[in-house]
Structure formats: structure tokens, C-alpha cells
């Protein structure tokens, strides 16, 4: 049976490993380190022996491809949602606000919820009910025409939310889905967010968290898997490109390019007629021949794609500050604040701070960065103010995720290449949605479907 290589084991690469080895493939995941999980991994912090997560995610009620490949590897039950959505937030000026959301059929669980919110006045409240009206009335593939050339801020006005509306809610959810600012990101992306998250359904829009770290969510349960089914994952194997022959072809005087395997950085390759690549944009330009770059319309897009880096700031008080879970900060640099040691049950008074859309923060000196950090906590939370930080670590993700511009959004590629043989798998690909789990666990699958496809075969 010939062998499927798949090179990287963050969500994407193992959930295409799964789903090609459910239907009886075999396969090889190659990840170049040392251990699986990509930007989605967690370890363990040398310090304090807490588990640290590279970056904070949330699962949503909507993730359905990723819950069903949770549920498949059997560690579904690692993920705790809440019964209806509640967000809470805070401020300077209003302290701790809520929204949340009743027992209702969509969209009047999210409407009834932001009616009964103290988080909004009386013209915000009605600005968010006419847009959940307008989404539901509108065909979404006709809306995403409407919104292409669009940014998320721009669509938002169109839609009548008002300036001071859209910085305390529709942005925090913005960056907190796309990774980029509001003035940037593409409407078209941030659409289908708010459909499938908040209006589709009140089971779609609840929010889950990891009851233990991101790794141990998935990567040794898929890797047992995949190993279980005659598969293969390897560690430590850094691939320096792909081997591409051209074969002439009768009905075109262009000769077919046919992926034949991949070539490590040590000079030794690895053959296969199936390889598919499951590792970011930024990473599969190095693989690719420069004139196949510039000379495919498939590839253009990734010459476009620019990395957007997300900072999480994790700290270590002597005592607790809070009892929320999590919280969206308003008017502050910080945008979400995680109580790690209350989601873990770890009963550590350790927290985590994100800053997403970092451009302008990501080249600040550490310290400085929890200079600003501490002292927006402070400010918000008045036990912090007497609180002591006894460790402290900042993780700067500078290619996190693609920025979802307006000029980039319609250039994602599909996981078929124009090159017979490769596949792309990945968030950053042409699966609807923002640079997500669910977007990369859904690149996987599809990406599993077409190679499966190709041998007339489907998925189980």
C-alpha cells in the first residue's frame, strides 16, 4: 500500500493523519520539531512545573469538525463548555459587565441575552438586534460578495454599530477570532464568525475551554492512532523542499509538474505519490521553486500573506484576583484575560494575558510588556493591586496566524494544487473561516477527502 507523507503535526497535519488513516491509508506525519502541536501546543513551565500553553484558544459549540475529531482520538471529554454563552468584560468606567445569553432558539438566545446585558445602553442593544435580523435575512452567499473589498470596521458602520459599540464589543470579538485589527481584517472573514458562532444556534455559540494543556488534547492521542493503524510520526525531520518532476502531457505543451516526495536538510528524501503539506504559508514558501511562485495564479496568494504575532504574558501572583474564568478587557492594550489556574483546577493563582494583533507590541522589550500588562491589571482589578508576581513569562508568537486583510482574503488557496500529487492543508487555506483550530482541522479534512478522492475512495 503506497504511503501518504504529511509534513507537519500541528492540528491540520494530525487531523489529515486521522482521517486518511480511519479510511485504511497509511501514512507519515514529518514534523521538523521535536515535539507535535505547532502553534497550538503547551509544555511544561521549568519554574513552576505549571502547563503553559504557547498561546490561549478557545473551542466553540460551532468547532464541529474539531469536536468530531476529538471525539474520534477519545479525548473529547478534555473540553469543558459552559450550558449558554456568558461573556463577561471589564473597564475603567463600568467595572465588570455581562452578557448572557438564554435557553432560546437562535438568533433570540444571543438577542435576549444582549437585551438583558448591562454591557450595552438602550441604542447599542437595538444596534446589535438590527444586525442579528439583517444576517438573518440575508443569503450568506450573496452577503459575501457584498462584503470582499470591505474591512471588519467598515462593514460594522455600514451596518449602523455605532463607533463606540464597535471598539467595546464587535472588535474584541474581531481580534479575538481573526488576529488582526478591525481596520484591516476582511469582512468576508469575519462574517461567517458571527453567523456559525453567535446567530446559527445557542449550542454553536458556547464557548469551551481545555481542562488541561493544548497537547494533551490531541497530539498523543492522534499519534496513537494514526501508529495504531500501521501509521508513522517522526520528530526532528526538517524538510528542505519538495521533489517535483515535469511530465509532458499530449493535450498541452506545459509539462505537467508531478510531486514525487520530499527532501530533508541532511540530503536524504523520502519518496512518495502523495504528499500533503500541512505546515504555514510562511513556512511552505521556503519548499516551493521560486518560478513556480511567481508563474502559478495557484500560489500568488502566498507571496501575499503576512504573519500577525500574538503575545501571551502568563503570570504567577501570590494570591487570587478574581473569580471569573475569563474576561474581555476594554480600552486597554491587553484584550482577554485567561485565570489559568481556575480553568486548569490547578489551584495556582497563575493567569495568562493575550495581546492578538500584536504589530505594534510584538518588538517591545518583555519587560516593558508586563510593566503595561501589570499595571492594566491593576486597573481593573483591584485585588491585583496588591498582589505579588513571583514568575512571570512572556511567549511572543510572531507568525501566529495570516492577517485576513480585505487584499488577501479572496487569495487562500484550496488543499488540490496544481501540482499533481500535493496537497495543502492548513488555517491560512480556502476554508471559510478565520486562522482558527476549527479552520485548521477542517483544512485537514478536506484535504484528506480530495486525496481520497483521487483514488476513488472516501473517508470512514
Given at each position: ?454 483514488e476513488h475512495t472516501s473517508v470512514v
Amino acid at each position: 500500500m503506497s504511503e501518504t507523507l504529511i509534513i507537519g503535526g500541528g492540528f491540520a497535519g494530525l487531523a489529515a493523519g486521522v482521517a486518511l488513516s480511519s479510511a485504511g491509508k497509511r501514512v507519515r506525519i514529518i514534523e521538523q520539531k521535536p515535539y507535535l502541536g505547532g502553534r497550538a501546543r503547551s509544555f511544561t513551565h521549568a519554574a513552576t512545573g505549571a502547563t503553559v500553553d504557547n498561546g490561549q484558544h478557545i473551542f466553540m459549540g460551532c468547532y464541529h469538525e474539531t469536536l468530531a475529531f476529538l471525539k474520534t482520538i477519545g479525548t473529547l471529554d478534555r473540553l469543558r463548555f459552559q450550558p449558554q454563552l456568558a461573556v463577561h468584560f471589564v473597564d475603567r468606567q463600568q467595572g465588570l459587565t455581562s452578557l448572557k445569553c438564554p435557553s432560546l432558539p437562535a438568533p433570540w438566545h444571543l438577542l435576549g441575552g444582549v437585551l438583558k446585558s448591562n454591557s450595552f445602553n438602550l441604542t447599542e442593544k437595538l444596534q446589535v438586534v438590527r444586525l442579528g435580523r439583517a444576517l438573518k435575512a440575508t443569503d450568506a452567499t450573496k452577503l459575501y460578495k457584498e462584503l470582499r473589498c470591505l474591512t471588519v470596521d467598515e462593514w460594522m458602520a455600514r451596518m449602523g454599530q455605532s463607533e463606540r459599540l464597535r471598539r467595546n464589543f464587535w472588535d474584541l470579538l474581531c481580534i479575538a477570532a481573526l488576529n488582526e485589527d478591525p481596520r484591516i481584517a476582511a469582512a468576508s472573514v469575519f462574517e461567517p464568525v458571527l453567523r456559525l458562532a453567535l446567530f446559527k444556534s445557542a449550542r454553536d455559540s458556547r464557548i469551551g475551554l481545555a481542562n488541561c494543556g493544548l497537547s494533551e488534547c490531541y497530539t498523543e492521542a492522534a499519534t496513537t492512532f494514526i501508529r495504531a493503524r500501521g501509521g508513522e510520526v517522526e520528530l526532528n525531520r526538517d524538510v528542505s523542499g519538495l521533489i517535483l518532476d515535469p511530465v509532458k502531457n499530449d493535450a498541452n505543451d506545459k509539462p505537467e509538474l508531478v510531486c514525487r516526495g520530499i527532501r530533508f536538510s541532511d540530503g536524504s528524501t523520502l519518496a512518495s505519490d502523495i504528499v500533503l503539506s500541512a505546515i504555514p504559508c510562511f513556512q511552505l514558501v521556503r519548499l516551493l521553486p521560486h518560478d513556480l511562485l511567481i508563474g502559478e495564479p495557484f500560489f500568488a496568494g502566498l507571496a501575499a500573506m503576512r504573519p500577525v504575532p500574538i503575545i501571551s504574558l502568563n503570570l504567577w501572583l501570590d494570591r487570587d484576583i478574581t473569580p471569573l474564568e475569563f474576561a474581555g478587557l476594554r480600552g486597554t492594550t491587553v484584550q482577554w484575560f485567561f485565570n489559568k489556574g481556575k480553568i486548569l483546577g490547578s489551584g495556582e493563582h497563575y493567569i495568562s494575558l493575550v495581546i492578538s494583533g500584536a504589530h505594534e507590541h510584538v518588538h517591545r522589550e518583555k519587560e516593558e510588556l508586563l510593566s503595561l500588562a501589570l499595571q492594566e491589571l491593576k486597573e481593573l482589578f483591584p485585588r491585583a493591586r496588591e498582589a505579588t508576581v513571583l514568575h512571570s513569562l512572556v511567549i511572543k508568537e510572531r507568525f501566529a496566524t495570516f492577517s485576513a486583510s480585505v487584499e488577501v482574503a479572496g487569495l487562500r488557496p484550496g488543499s488540490q494544487t496544481p501540482v499533481a500529487g500535493l496537497y495543502l492543508a492548513g488555517d491560512w487555506t480556502n476554508t471559510g473561516l478565520p486562522a482558527t483550530i476549527e479552520s485548521a482541522v477542517k483544512s485537514g479534512y478536506t484535504a484528506a477527502r480530495e486525496v481520497l478522492s483521487s483514488e476513488h475512495t472516501s473517508v470512514v
